[in-house]
């Protein structure tokens, strides 16, 4: 067995010499070898020598030695050498891809190599090339359909193979850069965070301020990939990432020979043909290529996600089991447990004032401002010195602790609002932090104004693992229906998005890995798993692969229970789609929706435009079907957003996998029928396709006027092929 003895501080400074430390590797052996009998015995034993910082050693003992060596007065401490869980990305173990480090026979990334070559671009704010998750250690050349180039400014390699800017559009916007912008490298830490947590290398000891340490990856750890940056900022802090520059770097894309594009931006929901991101996208299926999407940050509204074309595969965020906790603790002996990643802490129970921001505003501030600590609005006499309340709404919750310290505070509770329900982030605060839910935020809020002299404490954080429930959705994620097209049901799938570590530019003081939370963080996991699926079923179209993830996808969470919103109500496919990505399930989906670049011009004839409008997106003579109806477009989902009398939908799947026979199994929504035709298909081969139809019909007076939510599956003992059933019946 091997333990480490751990004997405290060095003597010899933050700059020690080689003399030094070679002394202190002498004082372990001597040390020891008095206890053993003999240095010789100690060298032998001693495999590490901590000579820095550390003063220590890392021995082969047995459990009598360690226990009677323990006794030593010189030693602080002797404990069992374990193995620690890697947690960084968490989200992958979470996914099932590894179990603590180690990669199970079943694992997709086993079976698809780590999407070896498979070539992943990214449209964001840029790179870092010189992260370490952009190292080309162990890589073979560069796959020799690469056509793409570096611009100035990035040094590329056979891992990072690809680094554009796209400006123009940017500038035409009335936006504003110093000709040593004109790069691809990552001034704001965006791009390289989703680039990373798409297709980023292993990178061991990835932490943020210690917290979360582990070996950073992403999906696709041996992919390769390119940046296409397309955001800019501005001087008045917006920036923003132009529709001409988003269809010049798509157009880019597509030429330089990607086989995945991450996208984790977006608008409001528009027409299809007046959405930059829309209209590339398009392009890109076309030629094969999987466009992933972020869902938006807009939620909990309904009506709120974007990225609405049914081409594109459109990314809600939720969350994983790890959180990064600390405690606050009030006066009135109540314990709150929030979240944070704030490099820092007060001094461990100290307690200080307490102060709500709404009785800390400025002459010249509304309370309401004040309360959610806009900037201009508190009154650094009320709040120095004390621990700040702030309600979280309108502007950054980081922001708003930066409003704190400017006002004087030692610390910020962030407090969630009634809309935010139990999502908390562990973010990167500038002061010692603690953010909470809303039912604890309305108790700190009531101790506040049962006192006269509220006080408080908090703790640093630590890292908490194999938490309950998750995942479940978090409060910021958009949601459904889809506003452009309510027949196909927006977002498709959810993935973790909240508190990812991957890698970050240091361009503004960050530290090289940083934790981030949005469906931008969510959009690249997916992205990651698009690319395995690509390097293990290289023929597969893009609406094969969408199929497989979501079809595969969960809608339970690790308590075994239907997955919850942030408010701990159940979630609906709103706003998790077709439910939570489960990557292994998804390389052996069993049966598929697929769908021609021909269905998704039916699809815009039966949306409305003429043939005309559509052939340029043909690039060819098209005509429109006389019978083609939104309800039939070959989507995973089923969705009828005005349900009247009985209506049928016509879907097909193709086998993807061995013979067999399958047979339906409805879970019908509240108050609907729902019956399918036929109710078994006999698949004799891989690539045959068969046809069925669902009928739906509401029980008569007194259905639910808002939406319901069902599902069908097709099961043959081995797969069992999913897809909601979401219906809005109408009684007139």
């Known amino acids: 067995m091997s333990y480490i003895v751990y004997l405290g501080a060095h003597t010899h400074g933050l700059k020690p010499t080689e003399l030094d430390t070679e002394r202190v590797k002498n004082s372990h052996y001597d040390l020891l070898g008095s206890f053993l009998g003999s240095k010789v015995k100690a060298q032998d034993s001693i495999f590490y020598s901590y000579t820095r910082n550390i003063n220590g050693f890392a021995a082969v003992l047995d459990e009598k030695e360690a226990l009677e060596f323990g006794k030593n007065p010189n030693v602080l401490s002797v404990f069992l050498n374990l193995p620690r869980k890697l947690h960084t990305t968490r989200s992958w173990n979470f996914l099932g891809l590894e179990n603590n480090g180690v990669v199970p026979p079943y694992s997709i990334w086993k079976a698809a190599r780590f999407g070896e070559d498979t070539i992943i671009g990214n449209l964001d704010s840029g790179v870092w090339p010189e992260s370490k998750s952009f190292s080309d250690e162990g890589m073979g050349p560069v796959p020799s359909k690469w056509r793409g180039v570096c611009d100035k400014g990035v040094r590329c390699n056979r891992k990072l193979i690809g680094a554009r800017y796209f400006n123009k559009g940017f500038i035409a916007g009335g936006g504003k850069l110093n000709a040593s912008s004109y790069t691809p490298r990552d001034e704001d830490g965006h791009g390289t965070h989703t680039l990373s947590t798409a297709g980023g290398s292993f990178v061991p000891g990835a932490s943020v301020f210690g917290f979360g340490n582990g070996t950073a990856k992403g999906g696709s750890p041996k992919a390769r990939v390119a940046a296409y940056k397309v955001c800019w900022p501005r001087s008045d802090g917006e920036g923003g990432c132009y529709d001409a520059d988003i269809l010049a770097a798509i157009d880019a894309a597509i030429h330089d020979g990607v086989d995945v594009l991450s996208v984790s931006l977006g608008g409001a929901p528009n027409d299809y043909f007046q959405d930059g991101i829309s209209i590339g996208s398009f392009h890109a299926v076309k030629k094969g290529i999987t466009v992933v999407c972020s869902a938006g940050n807009e939620g909990p509204g309904a009506g709120s996600v974007s990225n609405v074309s049914p081409w594109i595969f459109t990314v809600g ?416």
């Open 317 to 732: 965020a939720s969350t994983i089991d790890r959180d990064f906790i600390n405690f606050v603790s009030l006066g009135n002996q109540k314990k709150i447990k929030g979240e944070s990643l704030s490099d820092g802490g007060l001094p461990s129970n100290k307690v200080y004032p307490l102060i709500s921001a709404e009785d800390a505003n400025a002459a010249n501030a509304s309370s309401g401002d004040a309360m959610l600590c806009k900037p201009g609005s508190l009154d650094p006499k009320k709040v120095m010195g004390k621990i700040l309340v702030c309600l979280r709404g309108d502007t950054a919750r980081v922001d708003k602790g930066l409003q704190a310290v400017r006002a004087g505070a030692v610390a910020m509770i962030l407090a969630n609002d009634g809309s935010s329900g139990n999502e908390i982030i562990a973010d990167r605060h500038v002061l010692p932090a603690s953010h909470i839910n809303f039912t604890d935020g309305e108790a700190v809020f009531a101790y506040i104004k049962s006192t006269k002299s509220p006080t408080a404490s908090m703790t640093r954080p630590i890292t908490e693992l194999g938490t309950k429930p998750a995942p479940f959705m978090a409060a910021f994620s958009s949601q459904g229906p889809n506003t452009i097209t309510p027949e196909i049901l927006k977002p498709d799938i959810t993935a973790p998005g909240v508190s990812i570590i991957a890698a970050y530019s240091p361009a503004q003081g960050e530290a090289p890995y940083a934790s981030d939370s949005g469906t931008s963080m969510s959009c690249p996991h997916v992205s990651g798993i698009v690319g395995l699926l690509k390097t293990l079923h290289p023929d597969w179209s893009p609406a094969a692969i969408k199929s497989a993830i979501m079809t595969t996808a969960e809608t339970r969470d690790n308590n075994m229970e239907a997955m919850l919103s942030s408010s701990f109500t159940k979630a609906t496919p709103f706003s998790y789609g077709a439910g939570h990505v489960t990557p292994n399930s998804a390389m052996d989906p069993g049966l598929v929706y697929d769908s021609t670049v021909n269905d998704y011009l039916n699809f815009l004839c039966a949306y409305g435009y003429n043939e005309s409008q559509i052939q340029l997106f043909a690039e060819g003579p098209y005509t429109c079907p006389k019978a083609v109806t939104l309800k039939d477009f070959n989507y995973p989902t089923i969705t009828i957003p005005n349900l009247k009398g009985t209506v049928t939908v016509a879907r097909t799947v193709t086998n993807v996998g061995s013979p067999g026979v399958y047979t339906a199994r409805v879970t019908a929504p509240t108050g609907i029928s729902v019956w399918v035709k036929p109710t078994r298909l006999v698949f004799a081969k891989t690539g045959e396709v068969q046809k069925f139809e669902v009928f739906l019909k509401a029980n008569g007076v007194g259905v639910a006027k808002d939406y319901v939510f069902g599902e069908l599956l097709w099961e043959d003992g081995k797969h069992s092929v999913r897809s909601p059933i979401v219906v809005k019946a109408n009684e007139k």
